[in-house]
Structure formats: structure tokens, C-alpha cells
């Protein structure tokens, strides 16, 4: 593997487990006032079109990324809808 | 352009200007108590790590997309470090 894919790989992973400690955190806390829900909302489209793409163009790991990030981000969109 | 590029490219477009609307809430407001460090650290991290790809691989998109997405998350995180 070269450096930049390694690096790549790293950053795709990363990428998709990072949104995890926030969505627990909100369900945790039922403190959701200070996220934006502008940001979390467009970022929630952002993964759901990524994954459309993932499926368009068959490519697996960005459908298997695409899948943990579109869950992370509904339970936090969720969290945030809910206790305002 | 085909239909997956064209979604890819929204996927990008709107993955990179999506935290500008929550940097800016927390420098608003000053509240950041919801956020998750953790998960705002592993972004930042990641954006980073994007930004390194993409000069190695010399990607001009990647390039940009992650310069303002690593200005968004550097923002973010230093609300989050200063307003506790």
C-alpha cells in the first residue's frame, strides 16, 4: 500500500466512526442546544448522497462507510428534533 | 456529466460548506456545551488527513474542499476549548 492510500483509508475510517461519540453523547445527555441543526441536517444529506453514489457506482467501501455515517447522523438529527 | 457524477460532486459541494453554519452558531452564541470534543477532534483529524491525500495525490477538488472544511473544524474546535 502506498502512503497516500494508507493515508486515504485512514481518513475514510476516521471519517466514519467519528460521528459516533456525538450521537451517543446527545442521546446520553438529552442536550442537543448548542449543535446547529442548519450544519447537521445538510451533513445528513451529505452522507445519504454519498451512499447514493456508493450504490450508483457499486463501490463497497463507500457504501459500508456511507451506512455507519447515514445511522450516526438520523440518530443525531433525531436526538435534536426531539429534545429541543 | 452522468447522474452518479453529478451526485458525487453535490455529495462533495455540500460536505464541505455544511459546518459552516455550526461554526458560526458557536461563536454566536458561545455555547457549545452539546458538542461532542471527541467527535469534533476525530472530524478535524479527518479533514486533515483528506488534505494531506489530497496534496499527495495533487487533487485540486480534494484540495479546496478540505481547506474549507479544515477551517470550519479548527473553528469549531476552538469554541469548543475556550467556551466549556
Known sequence: ?????????LAA????VCWIPQAVQVWRTRDT???????NLMFLVTVILWLIYGV???DVPLIVANVVSTTAMITI???????K
Open 33 to 39: 442546544r448548542s449543535l446547529s441543526l442548519m450544519a
Open 77 to 83: 438529527v433525531a436526538a435534536k428534533l426531539k429534545f
Open 1 to 9: 500500500m502506498t502512503p497516500s492510500l494508507a493515508i486515504g483509508y
Open 13 to 16: 475510517i476516521m471519517g466514519t
Open 56 to 58: 450508483m457506482i457499486l
